[in-house]
C-alpha cells in the first residue's frame, strides 16, 4: 500500500557491487510534514549531520539513500560530498537541496563516490512510481530480505496509509553498515506532532532491538506525511492521535522484529520480557542486558534453557537488588521463586527453544516496571559474516 | 616457589567428570592475615557469601575449592550445603569452619554433592604438600591451561615469595563456571594493608580483563599472609610497601592475562589502551566498550584493522565527545587526527594483527586519562563452546 503523494525508485548505480540496486529515492509531490531519529553514536557520518539539520525545517520533499559506503569518518570531504549529492539530485527533481534528507550505509572510512552516485540521478528521477519494492531492496547491505510494512487505518471515516521500509542485519558492519528506516503517510499531521508519534514509535520498537550490542554511526529513522488521504488532522481528535500512532508504532515494529529476524547469521527470534522491576526503564535496562549477553545468546543458539546464564545476566544488569526471580519459557516456568524446577521442565522448555520464535519472561519483584527487548541468538554464521576481511 | 608456611593438595573426587582433579586444598600452618575481592553480581553463590563473611575476621588458615559445581541459585540448601562441607573439611584438618574460606565453580543450579565431597576430605587431608600444580589443575574447568605466577621480591633484605593460582576462560560458562583466584605470600602483613594491596592489584588485573562481558555468580579473588617469611612487616616502610604491592600486582596481572589468553575459543591476546580521555575512569569505560564489541572482536579474530568497528564502539562509550582521535594497531597508526591513513598502513597493520598477541592503542584529546584493557578475539570456537548442551 502507497500513501497518497509518494512515488519511490532505484537504480544500480555500482558503488561497491555490480547489478545490484544500490541507491534509493523517495519523493512526494508536495512539501511533506518530516521527522527524524537518528543514531546517539557521537562518532556520526556525514549524511546524519546534514539530515539531522534538515529535518528541523518541519517539511521535505525528498530522501535518497545510497548503500554500499557510509560516508562515516570520511570528515569535511565527506560534509561536502553529502552536500554535492543532494545539490545535484535536488536539480534533477527541481526541487531545493534543503528539502531532500539523505541517508548512507555501507563501508566505514572509504570517500563517497560522488560521480558514481550523480551518473545514477536522471535516472533515479525516470524510475519513480508508485511501487516501494525497488527502494526497499536498494538499500540492503547484508540484510537477506527486503523489509516493508503498511497499515491501513480511518481517520474520520477516510482511510490513511502508513508504509514503511528499513534495512538492518546488525547494528554496524564495516563493510556494511548501520540500521536505516523510513516511513510515509498520507496522513495530515504537523511536523511537532509527527516527531512525537515517531520518537515514541521509535522507542517501543527500533529501541528495543539488539542483534549484537553495537550501535550504528549511521543509524536514521526517517518519516514524511503528505497529508494528501484526505482525512481531517491527526490532531484533530484524540481518537485519530491515537489511531495514528498505533499504525505508526506497528509499522515500526514489523519492521525493527524483521531486521532481528534477519540478524547476521541469526536462527531465533527470541523476546525478552521482564516484570516486576522498579520501573520499566530498570525493566529494559535488564531485558538489555539478558538480550546482548553473549552467553545468554549462544543458550538460545544451541536451544538450552541455561538459566544460569540468564540469572547471571540479571545479577550484573545494575538493577536487580538481588531477591527472589522466576523465569519462564514460552508458557513453561523454569525457575520459580528463586527454585528450579528441575529437569522435567528444562525439558519441555527445550521442546519450546527449537522452534524459530518464542519468549522468555524474567520475573523480579521489586515494583510494577515491565519491558520487552527483542533479540536473536550468536551462531558460527555471525561469526564467519564479521570475521571475514572487508574485501 | 611456594611461601613459607603453606601447603597445598587436591584429589580426584568425582564431583562431575571422572578422572579428574576437582577438589583443592590451601592450607597454613599459622593463621594468615585474609583478604578477598568478590563479585559484583547481585545473584551470588553460597560459598561467594559465605567466604565474604568469614574474610572479615581478618586471620584465616584454609580455603577449600571445588570445581564442577558452583553451589549457585541453590538457595537455602546451598548455604547450608557449604556449612556442612566446611565443617567436616574444619574436623578433618583440626581447625576452626570459620578460618576456612571457601570458592566453588561449575554448573549452576545444581546441589552441591556434599557427601562426595565430604568422602574426598580425608585423601585432601592427607596429600597436603609444597607443591601448588595439583590445586591449580584441581581448580580447572573449560580451562585448557593450569595458571601459577611467582615472584620473589626482598623486604628488608630478606626474601619474600608472592605465589597465585587462577581459573578462567570465560566469565561464566553454565557447565563451568567463573573467575577464581588464589594468592599466598609469607609477606608479614596486617589483613587491612592486604586488603588494600588486593583490591588494588585486582583493579588493575582481574577488573582490566574481558572474554564476554558476562560476569559469573562465583567470582572470587582471595589472599592469604603466613607472616613466615622472617622478613620485617610489609608497613614497616614505603619501600617495603611499594615492593610487596608491585608483586602482588604483577602476579594478579599475569594469572589475568593467562585467562584472556586461556579465553573460549581465543585465538589472540589483545591489549586495548585508551589515552587522552577525560580521567582513567572514562579510558576503561572506552576501553571496555572497544574489548567488549563483537564486531570488534570478530575483527580481531579475522585479523582485520576494521578500525570503522573501533570508531563506532568509541563513539557509543558515552565518555567520547566526538571530537578527533587516532587509532595505532602496534605501532602503524591507522587514523591519525580523525584521518584514515589509507591502505598501505592498513596492509601494515594486518601483519602485525596476524600476530597472537599485540596491541591497539585509542587516542583521544579530553585528558590526560589512560587505561589499557586486555581482551580476545570472537571465534565460531566461542560459540560452540558455549552453545552446546550442559550434558
Given at each position: 500500500?502507497?500513501p497518497?503523494g ?9 558503488i ?7 541507491v ?26 546534514v ?97 516493508v ?14 508504509t514503511g521500509?528499513?534495512?538492518?542485519s ?11 528506516g ?8 504537523s ?51 491515537k ?16 531486521i532481528?529476524?534477519d ?41 538450552d534453557?541455561?538459566?544460569?546464564r540468564?540469572?547471571?545476566a ?21 525457575v ?17 527453544m ?5 519468549g ?15 533479540t ?8 564467519s ?7
Amino acid at each position: 500500500m502507497i500513501p497518497k503523494g509518494f512515488e519511490f525508485s532505484a537504480v544500480m548505480a555500482g558503488i561497491k557491487y555490480k547489478d545490484r540496486l544500490d541507491v534509493g529515492l523517495v519523493l512526494c509531490e508536495a512539501p511533506a510534514a518530516a521527522a527524524g531519529v537518528f543514531t546517539r553514536n557521537t562518532v556520526v557520518a556525514a549524511p546524519v549531520v546534514v539530515s539531522r539539520e534538515r529535518v528541523k525545517s518541519g517539511f521535505c520533499r525528498a530522501i535518497l539513500v545510497n548503500a554500499g559506503n557510509a560516508n562515516a569518518c570520511t570528515g569535511k570531504q565527506g560534509y561536502e560530498d553529502t552536500l554535492r549529492t543532494t545539490a545535484t539530485m535536488a536539480k534533477t527533481l527541481g526541487i531545493s537541496p534543503e528539502e531532500i534528507l539523505v541517508c548512507s550505509t555501507g563501508v566505514i572510512g572509504a570517500p563517497l563516490p560522488v560521480e558514481t552516485m550523480e551518473r545514477a540521478m536522471p535516472g533515479l528521477a525516470e524510475a519513480l512510481a508508485g511501487d516501494i519494492a525497488p527502494f526497499a531492496k536498494s538499500i540492503m547491505t547484508t540484510d537477506l530480505v527486503e523489509k516493508v510494512s503498511s497499515r491501513r487505518v480511518k481517520i474520520g471515516g477516510v482511510d490513511v496509509v502508513v508504509t514503511g521500509a528499513a534495512k538492518g542485519s546488525g547494528m554496524i558492519k564495516p563493510d556494511m553498515a548501520t540500521m536505516l528506516g523510513f516511513v510515509v503517510t498520507d496522513a495530515k499531521v504537523s511536523p511537532k506532532t509527527l516527531q512525537e508519534v515517531l520518537s515514541g514509535a521509535a522507542e517501543l520498537s527500533f529501541n528495543r532491538i539488539t542483534v549484537d550490542g553495537d550501535t550504528s554511526t549511521n543509524d536514521t529513522l526517517l518519516m514524511l506525511a503528505s497529508g494528501l488521504s484526505g482525512a481531517p488532522a491527526v490532531e484533530s481528535s484524540p481518537e485519530a492521535m491515537k489511531t495514528f500512532s498505533k499504525a505508526v508504532e506497528e509499522v515500526c515494529r514489523d519492521l525493527a522484529r524483521m531486521i532481528v529476524r534477519d540478524g547476521e547469521g541469526a536462527t531465533k527470534l527470541v523476546d525478552i520480557t521482564v516484570t516486576g522491576a522498579a520501573d520499566d526503564r530498570a525493566a529494559k535496562a535488564i531485558a538489555f542486558t539478558i538480550a546482548e549477553s553473549p552467553l545468554v545468546k549462544t543458550a538460545l543458539h544451541g536451544e538450552d534453557p541455561n538459566w544460569g546464564r540468564i540469572a547471571a545476566a540479571l545479577g550484573r544488569s545494575g538493577h536487580f537488588k538481588g531477591g527472589e526471580f522466576g523465569i519462564t519459557v514460552g508458557d513453561v516456568p523454569i525457575v520459580k521463586a528463586g527454585a528450579w524446577l528441575g529437569t522435567e521442565a528444562e525439558k519441555a522448555a527445550r521442546e519450546i527453544m527449537q522452534g524459530n520464535e518464542f519468549g522468555i519472561t524474567v520475573e523480579i519483584f521489586e515494583g510494577e516496571g515491565r519491558a520487552t527487548v527483542t533479540t536473536c541468538d550468536f551462531s558460527a554464521g555471525y561469526i564467519s559474516i564479521n570475521a571475514n576481511y572487508r574485501s
